[in-house]
């Protein structure tokens, strides 16, 4: 069997494919780059739009067909104002002109959009994303940083001997040794203001307690000290208020570390000096913030608590068995707003130790006549099968649908979903944050040690009375705990019932302008 001569192949092939439109395909090589064939991709283009007026290559060969072509597309472009180089042995220069060319046909729209984007999105700037995120937390195991700190510091407070080390990272000093030391100090403490200070001392004493009691104790606190507020010469007021409220932030921290909704309320404080016209008098600036001020505890806090009410007392129904944890102000005028609604139902109170809040609890809706259960967190899976409903408070609620609440809160909302049970958030929209947190180690509270060393009116039970003098002993005392949102049927707030996915819509379409 005879061959063909290969070239006598090559034009058969030319003649049987298409006799009057040109075959461009360009030979096989090797390995080709993507510049070669994006130029010749654009090379093919250029020739089936010349083909409709004429057929160039009548007579020609296919080996001559790409150098033809890629000559053609160099004059088009030529012509239409661009730059092709064109080799000697006559074809284009694929590496950069075909890159230009396809660069300015297809490169342009897309740089145009995504300017658009940056400039007209619902995204913010860069800056401002960095200007809203939340600044880093004090981290108590940075020798250096913890130096600094004390130096800015009011008081002088005492390490704790026995450090639990996988909590190093968060403030363990002795408690009872600095209320003393601070009411001593209280006529030499020029740059902190007597309320400022006064509520200090509340905190550190522990007469104050509660999320939105704190909060509002603060904001006041923060208002008196506006009000005898003098901008000092030579100085701008919103520059030196701003610089003033957080030294006096410092020192609320320093007497108890505050809590997240303290944290949103005093970044609204911040955001209204910010916003203060220029045009405004001091007098007239003081006033405006003050009116904000209260215009914040009204809304955020106070209204939107009768608004949770609401909400929640349609869920309350003749003959439940309702459980609650700890002492939660909202969650006491649920359960008295249903009461005197007259619906018939029971309450299930459980208590922890150390500080046994619940009983406080217990005594007032005693009092207004509700019929009510106690009993230890211990004993909760023995009760959990008469409950109907579970009604808990929330320190705060974060990003993720986690509740961030009183140590025990985890406990009692696993066990509920174990037995089915339905748990119900009650938490005020101004305490949600865009804080991630899915444990309870990175970010806590520390309370005193030694009330898990002692028993309340168990003067007998004193095996640990002495406690801190062993060195491999440390006594934990968290304060809040994390509850994933698995465990978590709806969350109750003042802009109505959502589940635990919601909240970051909460966070996004509320927290810009800090009206959560």
Request: proline share 5%; glycine share 6%.
């Amino acid at each position: 069997m005879v061959s063909k001569n290969p070239t006598e192949k090559r034009e058969g092939a030319s003649k049987e494919v298409c006799p009057d439109l040109p075959s461009i395909s360009k030979p096989l090589k090797e390995k080709t780059t993507k510049a070669e064939r994006r130029a010749l991709q654009e090379a093919q283009r250029a020739a089936k739009a010349s083909s409709k007026d004429c057929c160039f290559l009548d007579g020609q060969s296919l080996d001559q067909a790409p150098s033809i072509l890629a000559i053609k597309f160099s004059n088009q472009t030529m012509a239409s104002g661009g730059s092709t180089a064109v080799t000697e042995s006559g074809r284009a220069a694929p590496g950069k002109s075909m890159k230009q060319t396809s660069q300015k046909k297809v490169g342009t729209p897309v740089t145009s959009s995504v300017a658009t984007d940056k400039k007209f999105g619902d995204r913010p700037l860069e800056k401002e994303r960095k200007k809203d995120a939340p600044p880093p937390r004090m981290q108590f195991d940075d020798k250096n940083k913890v130096e600094k700190a004390k130096r800015r510091a009011v008081m002088n407070q005492t390490e704790a001997r026995n450090r639990v080390e996988l909590f190093q990272h968060l403030p363990q000093y002795e408690h009872g040794t600095q209320l003393p030391k601070l009411e001593s100090k209280f006529f030499q403490l020029d740059s902190v203001h007597p309320s400022v200070l006064k509520v200090g001392l509340r905190y550190l004493a522990g007469d104050i307690s509660g999320g939105n009691a704190r909060c509002i104790e603060m904001l006041r606190a923060l208002q008196e000290a506006i009000i005898d507020y003098s901008t000092p010469p030579e100085k701008v007021l919103v520059r030196d208020l701003t610089a003033k409220i957080s030294s006096y932030v410092s020192f609320f921290t320093e007497c108890r570390p505050l809590s997240i909704s303290m944290g949103n309320a005093i970044r609204f404080v911040k955001s209204r000096i910010a916003k203060l016209p220029l045009s405004h008098t001091e007098s007239e600036a003081k006033a405006a913030l003050c009116s904000d001020i209260d215009q914040f505890i009204n809304e955020k806090i106070i209204l939107a608590d009768k608004v949770i009410v609401g909400h929640a007392a349609t869920k309350v129904r003749d003959g439940d068995v309702l459980l609650t944890y700890g002492s939660s102000c909202v969650v006491e005028m649920i359960l008295s707003h249903a009461h005197d609604l007259g619906k018939q139902f029971r309450v299930v109170v459980v208590g922890s130790r150390p500080k046994l809040e619940s009983q406080a609890l217990l005594r007032r809706l005693v009092a207004k006549g509700l019929n009510c259960t106690y009993t230890h967190i211990n004993a909760i899976s023995y009760i959990m099968h008469e409950v109907t409903r579970v009604f808990l408070g929330a320190s705060s609620i974060l990003c993720n649908g986690t509740v961030y609440s009183r140590v025990g809160t985890a406990c009692v909302a696993m066990v509920a979903h174990a037995f089915r049970v339905p748990v119900l958030i009650c938490c005020e929209a101004y305490k949600f944050h865009e804080r991630v947190q899915l444990d309870s180690i990175c970010s806590n509270e520390l309370g005193d040690p030694d009330a898990v060393a002692m028993v309340p009116g168990r003067t007998d039970v004193n095996y640990l009375h002495n406690w801190t003098n062993e060195g491999n002993l440390q006594l934990l005392n968290l304060m809040y705990d994390a509850t994933p949102s698995d465990y978590v049927s709806a969350i109750i707030t003042d802009h109505g019932m959502i589940p635990p996915t919601s909240v970051p819509v909460i966070v996004r379409e509320y927290g810009r302008e800090h009206l959560i």
